[in-house]
């Protein structure tokens, strides 16, 4: 998981252009400043570019959510790539 | 300067990934503008964030690229008028805007945008007291998807129901033009509709009368038709088209933030409505500049022979060089100015041109032909001298990396689009770009390689003369003098708006605010035509005119510089003078206000006779010419048709 934890963060690092963001598993959307609505769409634009793999409308609203953090999006995505590999 | 080693690497390498559709390698050309930046180069950072802005970008680097910009965009003060732009929709449009405003900064346009919360574009037009009109934009874009349409027949609907459902869908678009152009005179742009993937009716869908599929159809065939000028359509059903259309409609966004495509193509969707803007302000591309060798065939001519070039029937890749050449011919017809730079003999090089059989491009296709051995960018200056064109309205495309490079590195105002190694390729790397949008087609257009190449020939008639006088008189040259009116609107407004060299104020002005002033009886409005014996130049001159207690206000004079001093200011004078004098009108009063481009027209009035009064705008001058003391018209070499 730490490979991913570091390829996640780099996209994030892209989004919001910056280049000294760090996250962790329990970061949320309250703790990186300009984390909205439309930023959130850019996220995970970037993610599914950058790893190939697509979210369900009902897992883009969800990662947004109340109690959602960066641990469950690198637990999502790390079940899709594992599912593209087999 | 030019831009640093360091930048132009970085933008070369940026350039050939996005091109290549990868993504993530922004971070070196990041770099480079920030270290620019921090070393006070902020032209030459700002002149390379420009040319990176290309819209082939992927969704996430336009968004890093549109941060940049605005972070820089206090320090990068860009000279010029500020537009105004109203964005009206029926959806989220932030990200849209915010690439709008990328590519017209690529372009070179500082803009305001006003966006209203999505949703509300009707109450916005027919409030007048709303914010819209406190804006007073000068572009309206009406951003509306396929689900705007308000008057969808039920499938039982017959043929006759569709068609009153169809008037009545095109009048309530018709009103909210009318009703924002009227207060507003700026220049509406209005989506088309977008048909979405999937068809109910399947095959049927397009031949059932009361279709979904079938009334979007007949609905865009209608807006086209009964858009007034001051309205552009713009094709989004086109873009939805070349993006594949599930792919275009990812309905998770639609659903999940109301974004009316998949955000990766808001990016090409931004770039489409920007060059619709540029264009109109009169920033389009005007002159393709072609390399020969492995650009128009394949192989080196020098090297190959014209038995050995792959040219045409029988190999696959020798037909692709053809049907770019195709490409290219039916851009020259619809009045993009062709000409060759092209390291080799010139004789050799010509000689493909007559003789290859194969050849789809002949010689009278080229306004301007250069082929030798000097460097290409000197090549491409000395081909803008001799058009008479501006370096910023020339796309140069070119194989060779290394000549790419070279041409962006000094001469940074040409855009240089990458293109692949397969010619097949080499249409659509050009058409992407949207280089020569335009929103209307008229009769220059369509003889306009004629006109240039005549210029040329008359350069040549001009250089044989004894004297000026002697070959002014052999031109022959006839005028034709008219106000503007409905048969010369677009060309007119054509000039009006993009001319920049011989424009005394540099006023740009809509298809509605000319219309007003042709109907004021106080203002006069003329243009020119000019024909001689190498053929006719078209309308070449425009002059807008106020009247008032005596004074005739010269408020726009402008002339293409294609027919620079052949005595078309004298004759243009003449004719203005005349008209004043019949309205009891004494003075001639005009301005030069100077721009970065316009320094040729600094001593116009001077040289008409005009005495200095005092300054104008911006730094200008004004100047006025007494009728009434003795003043007489100077003959002209010009009689009138």
């Known amino acids: ?86 | 300067m030019p831009p640093s080693d360091a930048l132009l690497a970085a933008l070369d390498a940026h350039l050939r990934e996005m091109d290549a559709g990868q993504s993530g390698g922004t971070a070196d050309l990041l770099r480079a503008l920030r270290q620019a930046v921090d070393d006070g180069q902020i032209e030459q950072a700002a002149d390379t964030l420009r040319r990176a802005i290309v819209p082939s970008l992927d969704y996430t680097t336009a968004l890093t690229l549109s941060r940049l910009q605005r972070e820089f965009g206090g320090r990068l003060a860009q000279s010029g008028e500020v537009v105004r732009i109203a964005v009206l929709s029926s959806f989220t449009a932030s990200q849209l805007v915010r690439l709008v405003e990328l590519f017209l900064f690529a372009a070179g346009v500082r803009c305001e945008i006003y966006q209203a919360e999505y949703g509300v574009f009707r109450q916005e037009v027919l409030d007048e007291g709303s914010e819209l009109y406190r804006f007073r934009p000068r572009f309206l874009f009406l951003a509306t998807s396929w689900r705007d349409l308000g008057h969808l027949p039920e499938l039982s609907a017959d043929a006759e129901a569709v068609n009153g459902l169809l008037d009545r869908e095109l009048g309530s678009w018709a009103h909210l033009w009318h009703r924002a152009h009227a207060r507003l005179q700026c220049q509406v742009i209005q989506n088309n509709f977008d048909a979405p993937a999937w068809r109910v009716l399947g095959n049927h869908e397009p031949r059932h009368p009361a279709s979904r599929g079938r009334f979007m159809s007949r609905m865009n065939g209608r807006l086209v038709e009964s858009a007034p000028p001051y309205v552009t359509i713009h094709d989004i059903d086109h873009l939805s088209a070349l993006a594949g259309r599930w792919q275009w409609s990812d309905e998770r966004f639609y659903h999940h933030a109301k974004l009316p495509c998949a955000p990766e193509f808001l990016v090409d969707y931004a770039h489409s409505v920007s060059s619709l803007i540029a264009s109109q302000l009169g920033l389009g591309k005007k002159c393709l500049v072609l390399d020969l060798d492995n650009t128009l065939w394949g192989g080196v001519i020098g090297d190959d022979g014209l038995g050995g070039i792959r040219l045409g029937q029988g190999d696959g890749e020798g037909e692709a060089y053809q049907s770019f050449q195709r490409y290219v011919l039916d851009l020259g017809r619809r009045g993009v100015i062709l000409a060759v730079c092209s390291k080799n003999e010139e004789a050799t090089a010509r000689e493909v041109f007559e003789k290859h059989t194969e050849m789809i491009l002949r010689l009278p296709d080229i306004a301007c032909f250069v082929a030798n051995w000097q460097d290409k960018a000197t090549n491409v200056r000395t081909i803008a001298t001799r058009l008479n064109i501006g370096l910023n309205s020339m796309v140069f495309v070119d194989d060779n990396p290394m000549e790419r490079s070279i041409v962006r590195r000094l001469v940074p105002e040409v855009a240089v689009p990458e293109m692949p190694e397969d010619p097949t390729g080499f249409v659509r790397a050009l058409e992407r770009h949207r280089y020569f949008q335009t929103v209307a087609l008229n009769q220059e257009d369509l003889q306009r390689t004629e006109m240039y190449r005549a210029n040329v020939e008359r350069e040549s008639a001009e250089a044989s003369a004894s004297n000026l006088d002697d070959f002014l008189r052999s031109l022959a040259m006839t005028a034709r003098v008219a106000p503007i009116g409905a048969a010369n609107l677009e060309r007119a407004t054509q000039l009006i708006n993009r001319s920049n060299q011989f424009n005394l104020t540099t006023r740009r002005y809509s298809t509605g605010e000319i219309m007003q002033r042709v109907d004021d009886p106080n203002w006069l409005t003329l243009t020119v035509s000019l024909a001689d014996r190498f053929g006719d130049n078209g309308l070449i001159s425009v002059v807008m005119a106020r009247g008032a207690d005596g004074v005739l206000s010269i408020d726009t004079w402008i002339m293409s510089c294609r027919v620079l001093k052949r005595g078309v200011e004298l004759f243009v004078l003449n004719r203005l003078a005349r008209a004043a004098s019949e309205r009891g009108w004494s003075l001639l009063r005009g301005a030069y206000i100077p721009t970065a481009k316009n320094i040729i027209v600094r001593d116009h009035y001077e040289g008409l006779g005009f005495a200095l009064v005092g300054p104008a705008d911006n730094g200008g001058t004004l100047w006025e010419l007494r009728l009434d003391t003795g003043w007489q018209e100077t003959a002209v070499h010009i009689g009138e048709a």
């Open chain 1, 1 to 86: 998981m730490d490979g991913l934890h570091d390829q996640v963060q780099d996209v994030f690092r892209r989004v919001f252009g910056d280049d000294a963001l760090v996250i962790q598993e329990a970061t949320t959307a309250d703790d990186v400043p300009g984390w909205d609505s439309l930023m959130h769409i850019n996220l995970i634009i970037a993610m599914e570019k950058r790893f190939g793999v697509k979210f369900a409308t009902a897992e883009i609203a969800r990662l947004k959510e109340e109690g959602q953090n960066v641990g469950i999006l690198l637990t999502v995505l790390g079940s899709k790539l594992s599912r593209l590999k087999t």
